[in-house]
C-alpha cells in the first residue's frame, strides 16, 4: 500500500475543508471565530478513525492502539484546556486584531486567512497518521521513542499549561503581583508549551520512519516554522507592547524561545545576548 494512500489524501482533505468552510457559516452566524480553534484538537482524532474505519485490516493491532490512545489523550487535553480558558464565546485576540485590519471585509477574508488557512497547518502534519495507523510492520525500537516523545510532549504541555492557569489566577485573585511568569518550566523556556505541541508532531512523524515517503517530514517541518516564525513572533510583540521592560528581563533571564534549557544555562546566555538584567539590551544577536 501506498503511504498515504492518494485516494485517502483526496478523501481526508475534502472532508477537512468542508469541515472548515462549515465552521465558517457557523462563525458568520455567531459573529466570532472561536469555532475554527476546535479543528486543531479534534481533526487528528477523527482522521484516525476515518484511516481506521476505511483500512480495518490493515496496521498491527499495537501499534494503532498506542496511536489511537496518545492521538485521543493528546486531543481531549487540549479540547479541555481550550474549554477551561473560556475559548468558547471568545475570540482570539490574534483573528480579533485581524477583524480590526480588514474591517468589513473580514466576513470572506476570514474564510482563507483563518478557516482554510488551518486546513493547510492542520492536514499536512497529519499525514503522519497514516504510516502510523496503517503500518504493518513489527513494533521497531523507533515506535518506542515515537511513544515517548508523543508521551513527553503531552506531559510538558500538560505541566506548562497548568503552571500559567496558575500563576494567572495567582494573578486575579491579587496573590501576585508579577507582569510575567518565570518559575517552573517557564524558566526553562519562553514557550514550555510550544515545546510540547512541536515535539508532539515530531513524535508522531516518527511512528512512519521506514514506511512513509520522505516528504511526510513537511508535516512536522510545517509546525515548526508555524510556531518558531509566526505565533512566537506575534505573542511576543504583543508582550513587549503590554508588558514592555517587565517582558525584556524575562527575556534577559530565559533567552531561549522555545528549546528548553536548564535556567543556569539561560541565564548565562542571557547575559551574553542581552547584557546583565537591569542593564539596557545590547542585541548582540537578534533573537
Not at 496496521?59 to 490512545?69: D, I, P, S
Not at 503522519?128 to 504493518?136: G, K, M, R, T
Not at 507592547?241 to 541565564?267: C, H, M, Q, T
Request: hydrophobic share 45%.
Amino acid at each position: 500500500m501506498d503511504f498515504p494512500p492518494p485516494v485517502d489524501l483526496l478523501y481526508d482533505g475534502c472532508s477537512l475543508v468542508g469541515v472548515n468552510v462549515a465552521l465558517w457559516v457557523l462563525s458568520l452566524i455567531l459573529g466570532k471565530t472561536w469555532p475554527v480553534d476546535f479543528i486543531w484538537s479534534c481533526w487528528p482524532p477523527v482522521q484516525s478513525v476515518l484511516i481506521s474505519v476505511r483500512h480495518p485490516d490493515e496496521g498491527a493491532c499495537t501499534r494503532q492502539l498506542a496511536v489511537f490512545c496518545l492521538v485521543f489523550v493528546w486531543g481531549w487535553r487540549l479540547t479541555h484546556n481550550f474549554v477551561y480558558r473560556g475559548g468558547i464565546g471568545h475570540e482570539d485576540w490574534r483573528y480579533t486584531d485581524m477583524r480590526q485590519q480588514f474591517g468589513r471585509h473580514f466576513w470572506w477574508a476570514s474564510l482563507f486567512t483563518v478557516f482554510l488557512g488551518q486546513t493547510i497547518f492542520m492536514f499536512g502534519p497529519c499525514l503522519s497518521l497514516y504510516a502510523a495507523i496503517l503500518s504493518n510492520l513489527p513494533l521497531r525500537a523507533v515506535d518506542a521513542v515515537a511513544i515517548a516523545t508523543c508521551s513527553l510532549a503531552i506531559l510538558l504541555e500538560t505541566v506548562s499549561d497548568m503552571q500559567m492557569d496558575h500563576f494567572m489566577q495567582a494573578k486575579r485573585e491579587k496573590r501576585c503581583d508579577k507582569q510575567v511568569i518565570d518559575s517552573g518550566l517557564w524558566l526553562w523556556s519562553r514557550h514550555p508549551n510550544y515545546c510540547g505541541e512541536v515535539l508532539w508532531w515530531w513524535g508522531l512523524w516518527l511512528f512512519g520512519i521506514g514506511v512513509a515517503p520522505a516528504w511526510v517530514v513537511a508535516g512536522p517541518l510545517l509546525i515548526t516554522f508555524l510556531f518558531l516564525g509566526v505565533s512566537i513572533k506575534l505573542i511576543e510583540d504583543r508582550q513587549l507592547k503590554n508588558k514592555g521592560d517587565a517582558f525584556r528581563e524575562y527575556r534577559k533571564a530565559v533567552p531561549s524561545a522555545i528549546v528548553l534549557l536548564p535556567p543556569p544555562l539561560n541565564r548565562q546566555l542571557g547575559r551574553w545576548l542581552y547584557g546583565p538584567p537591569g542593564q539596557k539590551s545590547v542585541n548582540r544577536v537578534q533573537m
